[in-house]
């Protein structure tokens, strides 16, 4: 039994509908259309398309149905410094010599001179500014061809979309409000419905979002809570006309701001916009103003407030109850990383499907890897706010607070030598990495000795050179609006 109708409610249930059909398992979901649903959550990455693959939906005919664009990267405007702003694109950079990694490369140039930006390097970057879209080729040829692509969507429509698809394949579905939850030591017993019914099931998904309904005031899962690495709690969301509709951004914008930061989220039809910020530093009203000041078009809804606290549940799964989505816990919107999280939940939860009774061992498993996800993407977005450069008290404290020790670590091994060290269970690999060190002038002190072998100046030929190429392929790539009549993505109006 799932609770919630979210996009994590109706992730789940769709996926276990189409991955569990032949097993003869029931699927109700209960969702409360009074209670509603957060109503934010439209930038994914590029995971997101392994999850319609493994619905055997084509990401173009989800677009469709949710007014979805197509997102090559984020782009951090005003985080480094104000004025300046880089891409945090979807793929490699460059090029590779043999062994060395591209970053080496780029490492010695820039000491000897002029190597040019990182976002120069990047297709996925160099689209993402021209305003056109290319996709990967299947049989990538040189390095830079290596890229990905995530889409943006309208989130009720998507959850709408799902509920069709689940419902198609059997999901029951009941609008009520879960009145009371009954529990028989660390397992629940069952949910009581506000129209008086008992549902009992074998397994209970917690997708309540932040109600955390079963999993924290059922279940007393505790939080843990890391509001002291980051600190941004509030949120306003207000979604607006777009200025130019024909000429739809195909990446996010994240612009930085005195206490936090704003999103910019474009689809076929609007533009999503929120911002994101510490309520330490800013009261709503101001919050709202300054949103609504940067609007560029006519406000479609009223402001959208939501409150929240950096962290995750102390245990995800207990008992019977496995929580996922903001039921289980939350990390800010900057990476898009929030469907993902969902998604990695459900692919856990069908690994470790249990049968009948959960055995411990699925259950700390479970628990061991989500922590171990959830710490992982924690860091990567400490190190935007750590590696600042901004004026004010809130960026500051960001910038002089303790980092966690496994992010102190790896920032320590890049400045000592260039190494990108990856732990196990992370969501964002080397050239994510290096997009923050090098686009925040975190500096590595050298670089792989197999580098040295390399002619400086063909080093600078040959670099020249691909991003001439780089820059050729993106300008001649199709403008986005057109790109998504051509794969047929345009939503009928
Ligand atoms: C400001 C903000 C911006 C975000 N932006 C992004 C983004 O760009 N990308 C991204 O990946 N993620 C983003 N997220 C996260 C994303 O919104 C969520 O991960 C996603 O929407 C899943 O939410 P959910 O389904 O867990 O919760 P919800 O959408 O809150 O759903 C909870 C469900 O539980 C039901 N419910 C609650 N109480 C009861 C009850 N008593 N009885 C019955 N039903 C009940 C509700 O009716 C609802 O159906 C953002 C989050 C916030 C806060």
Known sequence: MIVGGGTAGWMTAASLAHRLNRLDTRITLVESSAVGTIGVGEATVPAIRRYFQSLGLNAFEVMKATNGTVKLAIEFDGWRREGHSFMHPFGRYGLEAGPVAFHHLWNRLRRAGDPGELDEYSIGAQLARAGRVLLPPDDPRVDFEHFDWAVHFDASRFATFLRSFAEARGVRRIDARVADVSTEGESIRGVRLDSGETLQGELYIDCSGFHRLLIEKALHSGFVDWRHWLLCDRAVALPCTAASPEDIAPYTRSRALDAGWTWRIPLQNRVGNGYVYSSDHLTDEQAVATLRAQLEGQ????????????????????????????????????????????????????????????????????????????????????????????????????????????????????????????????????????????????????WDPLTNLVPLAELDEVTRRVRADISRNALAATPHRRFLDIAGALATP
């Open 299 to 446: 406000a479609l809804a009223d402001p959208n407030f939501v409150r929240f606290r950096a962290g995750h549940v102390r245990r995800f799964w207990i008992g019977n109850c496995v929580s996922i989505g903001l039921a289980s816990g939350f990390l800010e919107p900057l990476e898009s990383t929030s469907i993902s999280l969902i998604q990695m939940g459900i692919d856990k939860l069908l690994h470790l499907w249990p049968e009948e009774t959960p055995s411990p061992a699925l259950v700390d498993e479970y628990n061991r890897l989500s922590i171990a996800e959830y710490e992982r993407i924690r860091d990567f977005l400490i190190l935007h706010y750590s590696a600042n450069g901004r004026d004010g008290d809130f960026w500051r404290y960001c910038r002089e607070m303790p980092l966690p020790d496994t992010l102190g670590r790896k920032i320590a091994l890049y400045r000592a030598r260039g190494v990108i060290q990856q732990l196990a269970s992370e969501s964002f690999f080397a050239p994510s990495w290096l997009c923050m060190y090098g686009n925040f002038g975190i500096d590595a002190g050298s």
